[in-house]
């Protein structure tokens, strides 16, 4: 059982460059969330979705773009890379509201 | 908004200490999580504490939830090393965003 897979582990970007960062999840869970990192920021949520073809945005969603459109992936684009998106992103899913988030491990997106 | 207040921010204490943990937040919530998180690494999930006076312990580490004063805690009982860690508590606002606090960098000394 894989959980949350999130790919690539590592990206350097020049700003301006498009991306997306992949998540997979094989719990069949509905909920699905992106969070980004930062020093002392805590986690700050940036979009989420409670089931497939259902999106919402979350604290922090300019820049990005995301879309569900099946149970297991939900995919964060990053339209045009700015500096100020460095950051450590972590993509995680909840089989309902009222259970704990399973994590993956994290994407370390470096925008030079 | 939902707003989740932690406190301290940092917290450095001796091994065999006990200490507590604050959560605080803004809006009315009956699901509150808490994480931790080693130093590089992903986060784990520790306790889902979904009513008022929930309390779950697991070791050394029991979170409780008071959701009239919108206020959890975690205490840690005779801390150990393998307690240092950073310590986060989320909270669901009801629109199924959930929501984290900037977290508790916990560091025990030997």
């Known amino acids: 059982n894989a959980g949350v897979t999130q790919t690539p582990k590592f990206q350097v970007l020049k700003t301006g460059q498009s991306m997306t960062l992949q998540c997979a999840q094989d719990?069949?869970?509905?909920?699905m969330s992106w969070y980004r990192q930062d020093p002392g920021m805590g986690l700050r949520l940036i979009h989420y979705s409670v089931g497939a073809g259902i999106t919402d945005q979350g604290e922090v969603p300019n820049g990005y773009n995301v879309s569900r459109s099946t149970t297991e992936d939900f995919p964060l684009r990053l339209l045009s890379a700015a500096p100020s998106q460095t950051s450590v992103y972590f993509c995680?899913?909840?089989?309902?509201?009222?259970?704990?988030?399973?994590f993956g491990s994290g994407t370390r997106l470096t925008v030079v | 908004e939902l707003k989740v207040e932690q406190n301290p921010l940092f917290l450095s204490m001796q091994e065999g200490k006990n200490y507590t943990i604050y959560c605080n937040y803004s809006t009315t919530s009956d699901r509150l999580y808490w994480y931790r998180q080693d130093p590089g690494k992903s986060l784990e999930s520790l306790f889902v504490l979904l009513s008022n006076g929930a309390v779950k312990q697991e070791g050394r580490l029991m979170a409780s939830l008071d959701t009239k004063a919108r206020l959890s805690t975690l205490h840690i009982t005779a801390a150990v090393h393998d307690l240092s860690a950073t310590y986060f508590c989320a909270v669901d606002d009801r629109d199924d965003k959930i929501i984290f606090g900037k977290g508790t960098r916990l560091h025990i000394l030997p």
């Open positions: 719990m069949n869970h509905e909920y």
């Open positions: 995680a899913s909840s089989s309902t509201g009222t259970g704990g988030y399973t």
